[in-house]
RNA sequence: GCGAGCGUAGCUCAGCCUGGUAGAGCGUCACCUUGCCAAGGUGAAUGUCGAGGGUUCGAAUCCCUUCGCUCGCUCCA
């Protein structure tokens, strides 16, 4: 159920994401594009505050992760490789009464005799209309119900006195033509295509369609083995990428939320598989009490992996403002999974439009997907592309060398059976999957395997708005004649706030004053986002800044100048959450500054 | 794609039923004023009333089509 009071905070946040220059609807001139959205100045700055960070935290930041910047536009056989060719057009039929859509592979086959009518036709008013409509009836339904059902499709169709025409019976066998809950013919299956389709060159034929990456992931398995070879990375190490993806989505909802171009931050961190981890180290770690793990450890397995990144993340927005009661979690069931992954955790923000679970509690939306791919990825491309996606650990082959031969045979088996099981999985033939696992197996024993993969995949846009919406505050206080007024306060954390800083000397026109705020702007400007303003009252210009969400404010009085000279060259600097009020030194401002704003 | 609601200034909205000069508040800009939390004064700009078509002497208003937004259905690797 739609709560109005929160659609109402929903509508404030858009209102104010255009009116202060978060962002505008995309081609608005033009009467705008469904599910494309722009970032204004300040949305601008915020998101890319936000890539920054998280590019810096994970690759600049870390020995075991490096980046990579991959084309938007790739070769077609990679969305072939990673099941998006398939699994993003799934059939589709609509009920002809009731407009209700099914996917047309999990429509139940029914049985019975089908009346099919050619048309109808109202006599009194001159109206025919000829759209073919049938009902399917279960053996021994009267006729009478299945003629209802089609004179309430022809009186919607503008067919007043209703006169069925040329009605036919057939019997039916196992359809999946007719709605099962009313009969209602259905339409014939269309294909929906969720991928953005182009064409690579000038001639536009089906030989050269190519498509607008629906997630940003396959670049960096497709570049594996050259950013192995070429960075000196050995697994366990990760490749992360920024940039955009896009999805012909049915219905972009929720402002930005669910956009047909957007832009993603993924990490695929490459591990070991679990019996290469167990050669070398004897046994694998696993969980054994909540909360984050640690530093990485050399016997770490899957699922230790898994949950560093899950709290790893949680760090994450935990430092850029988003504290855990604001988040959620959804662990995927194994009904949700897919077939090749072995756990999903999503960490979920609460937006103003998330949905409540049945005991009353917002359950939030999609941030991120932490995802334990196994080595379903590269196992795809190393198939589809002929070339070779396994490593060759030296480790594992020492380790492996000093195995009891029980030992050996036990993990050999597990690796064979992992390997055949997703052989089979993906239509491999049963002879040659066989002979292809024992092969991976032999290999595994001489210290090669291809990588498994721990997916932290995460939505920028989604992020922004969910920055937009915890920093969204209204306050309202008395002004001078006691007429309660209604302010807005956007509380970013410093480190993602678009402006971070804004120089305000106190009075214009005083030039003394405006050209001794102007100098420290300029000393700022390099080093961060600054705003300078004079225009207005001081209280007007510290309310415009509350709104923009600027965390500081350093305002050049006539002390600064020196009026009082004990304080001379010191600014009051005013905090945007409380209006608290310091005095500092204009050389002590910078350092005061970045440490606050930094990245990390 | 279906159903319902909505679309008027940068924002929030009135006007539409009952056709007759396009409005208010806030914000923005300029000047004056200004001594730390949306101060005051004066003045100004801003609209093809979402778009296209029709009815009419005349359409923001009535009719049709279309685009966009919101909600529901559907979809969500």
């Not at 089906?206 to 960075?231: C, D, G, M």
């Not at 679990?274 to 180290?281: Q, R």
Request: hydrophobic letters at 40%.
């Amino acid at each position: 159920m739609a709560e109005p009071k929160e659609n109402v905070l929903m509508e404030k946040i858009v209102s104010l994401c255009k009116r202060r220059g978060f962002v505008f609807q995309s081609s608005e001139i033009y009467g705008g594009i469904n599910g494309f959205w722009d970032y204004g100045p300040l949305g601008a700055e915020l998101k890319r505050n936000v890539k920054e960070l998280w590019w810096t935290s994970m690759t600049r930041m870390r020995d075991d992760v490096v980046g990579l910047e991959a084309t938007i536009i790739m070769a077609p056989q990679i969305w072939k490789a990673s099941g998006h060719v398939d699994t993003f057009s799934d059939p589709m039929c609509d009920c002809l009464y009731s407009n209700k859509r099914f996917r047309a592979d999990q429509i139940e086959p029914q049985s019975g005799t089908a009346y099919y009518y050619a048309g109808a036709r109202d006599a009194a008013a001159g109206r025919q209309v000829d759209d073919v409509f049938a009902v399917l009836l279960p053996p021994g339904k009267p006729v009478q119900s299945a003629r209802n059902l089609a004179t309430q499709f022809y009186n919607k169709r503008g067919v007043t006195a209703v006169e069925l025409l040329g009605e036919r019976a057939e019997a039916v066998e196992n359809s999946t033509r007719f709605n099962p809950d009313n009969g209602s013919l259905l339409t014939e299956p269309r294909p929906f295509n969720l991928m953005l389709q182009t064409y690579v060159g000038p001639i536009q034929s089906s030989e050269n369609v190519a498509y607008l990456r629906p997630e940003t992931a396959q670049a960096i398995f497709a570049q594996f083995k050259n950013v192995h070879e070429t960075s000196r990375q050995k697994v366990p190490f990760g490749i992360g990428q920024v940039g955009k993806a896009f999805r012909n989505e049915v219905t972009p909802r929720n402002f930005t939320f669910r956009s047909r171009e957007f832009e993603q931050m993924e990490l695929e961190f490459f591990i070991k598989p679990d019996e290469a981890v167990e050669a070398i180290h004897g046994a694998v770690a696993v969980p054994t009490v909540p909360g984050h793990p640690g530093e990485p450890q050399p016997n770490w397995g899957w699922q230790m992996w898994h949950r560093y990144w899950v709290e790893e993340r949680v760090r994450f927005y935990e430092s850029i403002g988003l504290s855990r009661e604001t988040l959620g979690f959804h662990i995927q069931t194994t009904e949700e999974l897919a077939h090749y992954a072995r756990a999903t955790t999503d960490i979920l923000f609460k937006f103003p439009f998330s949905k409540r679970d049945a005991a009353g509690n917002v359950v939030g939306d999609e941030l991120e997907g932490i995802a334990a791919r196994s080595d379903f990825d590269l196992s795809q491309h190393e198939r589809f592309s002929g070339k070779s996606m396994g490593v060759f650990d030296e480790d594992l082959r020492t380790g492996w060398g000093k195995l009891e031969d029980a030992k050996k045979a036990s993990l050999s088996k597990r690796y064979y059976d992992a390997r055949l099981n997703y052989l089979m999985r993906v239509g491999v033939d049963a002879a040659k999957a066989q002979v292809d696992a024992k092969e991976d197996a032999e290999g595994l024993a001489k210290g090669q395997y291809i990588p498994h993969v721990i997916e932290p995949s995460a939505g920028v846009d989604r992020l922004i708005l969910a920055l937009i919406a915890n920093a969204f505050t209204e306050i309202t206080d008395p002004d001078d004649k006691g007429k309660s007024e209604t302010r807005v306060m956007m509380r970013f954390h410093p480190r993602v706030a678009p402006i971070k800083v804004a120089i305000l000397p106190l009075l214009k026109n005083k030039p003394e004053l405006v050209s001794k705020a102007r100098s420290i702007f300029e000393a700022l400007r390099p080093l961060m986002n600054a705003y300078f303003d004079e225009a207005g009252s001081i209280g007007r210009r510290y309310a415009r800044q509350d709104e923009a969400g600027t965390p500081f404010c350093v305002t050049v009085d006539f002390d600064t100048l020196g009026e009082k000279p004990e304080l001379l060259n010191t600014v009051t600097l005013r905090h945007r959450d409380d209006g608290r009020q310091e005095r500092l030194a204009i050389d002590q401002l910078i350092p005061w500054l970045m440490e606050r704003v930094r990245c990390v």
